[in-house]
């Protein structure tokens, strides 16, 4: 890899400190040095980026990612996609990600068994590009809640959109599988969701048995536990259990409050707004009205879920952006739109977003101490944005926007400014 120097930037460093012009030199895979204003002799072999004033910030992470959701307009039709489509599917949404400026994502769930693990393995080796990725299984559910979606007919755990399970025996078998594949989490469906029918976003349907005997198969491994988790009692029963990363969490009531903040450091939010703030305002792509998705619940759980995430964030608990992409409604690539949400709706600062994304998303990455912020040491996953996300957080969801995306010290969008780029083959004098 060759040495990089970032000159003449504006670094947003993700501290929550304000931004300041500097300099920021990247060696092999490493920031090497931080410095304010110009003052560095380039040295023999060094690229040097004369960012023109543009802003350098951390490459964003994704915290509720679904590389295998097919833009579709249900649930069952994810799963119809063939495995070998799927998996092709899936590799040109990593580059996507990546292209978006998301050098990193969390996993939420995969459609087919070893999908997230596939693909995470060819990313990690170099046969596709794409962010740092986590792997995760198949949703594990239960009969009659979100992911059961096998016909009489066809019982086959491959014909449904999550994994079903009754039964800690059956849970055991389930995690086991999906921890033989490695995968890096193991994912449970606790709670409903208004997009079924009978199993709302307020129910909770998994047993305490069934719940404990995939926390113990997945901990005693070294894995990690996320949940689908809306209803109140879904993420009580997640504290109780010591999941790692609660997915959505609208309706969490005082006492699931009170759980979440006694494990606020160890523990992640992902609300996914954009699913339901979608599905009201942009759903008649699907058919879905205004009207029809306030009669599905989604006006009250919208509010709910504000409510809850406002009250976790004064609590100093990590709400992190992950909206659920790959539907119809919310397709890949709109992800950043989840960062205009957080100010729009939870009153986060431009500031407080982009921490969320970069200094906290480092931190669900676990890898806290060298992800997520520009520091010396630090792992070199950065953004040249041309322009300041500060006063407009929206630039952020503009690809052109991106001059320059580097991961792990190397160039995945090279710089688009050729006239302010120059390679240095000999050491100044």
């Known amino acids: 890899m060759a040495n990089v120097l970032f000159t003449n930037v504006r670094i947003l460093d993700a501290t929550g400190a304000q931004p300041y012009a ?88 995969t459609p087919k068994p ?3 693990c596939v693909i995470r393995n060819a990313i990690d080796s170099g046969q596709i590009p794409g962010p740092r990725y986590l792997a995760a299984s198949q949703e594990i559910t239960v009969t009659g809640s979100l992911g059961d979606d096998m016909l009489p007919h066809l019982p086959f755990p491959e014909m449904s959109f999550g994994h079903v399970v009754d039964g800690p025996n059956e849970m055991r078998k389930a995690v086991r599988m999906f921890l033989k594949y490695g995968v890096d989490s193991i994912k449970l469906n606790l709670s409903g969701d ?59 009531d005082e006492e699931a409050l009170d759980m979440l903040e006694a494990q606020k450091d160890r523990i992640f939010v992902a609300p996914g707004l954009s699913v339901i703030i979608r599905l ?39 709400v992190l952006p992950g909206g659920d992409y790959g539907f119809a409604w919310a397709p890949h690539g709109e992800n950043a739109k989840d960062l205009e949400y957080f100010v729009k709706y939870l009153g986060m600062t431009p500031m407080e977003a982009i921490v969320s994304c970069t200094r906290w998303g480092g931190q669900i990455m676990m890898k806290g101490k060298e992800l997520g912020e520009i520091r010396e040491g630090w792992l070199a996953d950065l953004l040249l944005v041309d322009g300041d996300p500060l006063p407009n957080i929206a630039i952020l969801q503009d690809r052109s926007k991106l001059l320059a995306i580097m991961k792990d010290g190397q160039f995945c969008k090279e710089p688009e400014i050729r006239s302010a780029r120059t390679r240095w083959t000999q050491t100044a004098a």
Not at 79 to 106: F, I, M, N, R
Not at 291 to 310: D, F, H, P, R
């Open 22 to 109: 500097g300099e920021v030199l990247v060696q092999g895979n490493r920031i090497a040095r931080v410095g304010r204003g110009p003052r560095s002799v380039p040295q023999s072999g060094t690229t040097v980026i004369d960012g023109a004033g543009a802003t350098l910030m951390p490459g964003m992470v994704e915290a509720h990612t679904h590389f295998g959701w097919t833009n579709s307009t249900t649930l069952d039709a994810i799963q119809k996609l063939p495995h070998e489509e799927h998996t092709l599917w899936a590799a040109q949404v990593a580059k996507q990600y990546l292209d978006c400026g998301w050098t990193s994502c969390v996993g939420a769930a």
């Open 194 to 252: 208004n997009l079924v029918p009978g199993a709302d976003a307020k129910t909770s349907w998994m047993s305490d048995e069934e719940v404990a005997v995939a926390a113990k198969e997945t901990k005693v491994r070294g894995k990690r536990l996320s949940c689908h988790a809306r209803s109140s009692e879904s993420v009580k029963q997640a504290m109780r259990h010591g999941f790692d990363i609660v997915y959505h969490a609208s309706f969490a």
């Open 280 to 318: 009201l305002n942009e759903g008649e792509v699907v058919g879905i009205s205004n009207q029809i998705a306030k009669n599905m619940g989604y006006e009250i759980e919208l509010e709910a879920a504000v409510t809850s995430m406002k009250a976790m964030l004064k609590r100093g608990i990590r």
């Open 114 to 116: 070893r999908l997230d």
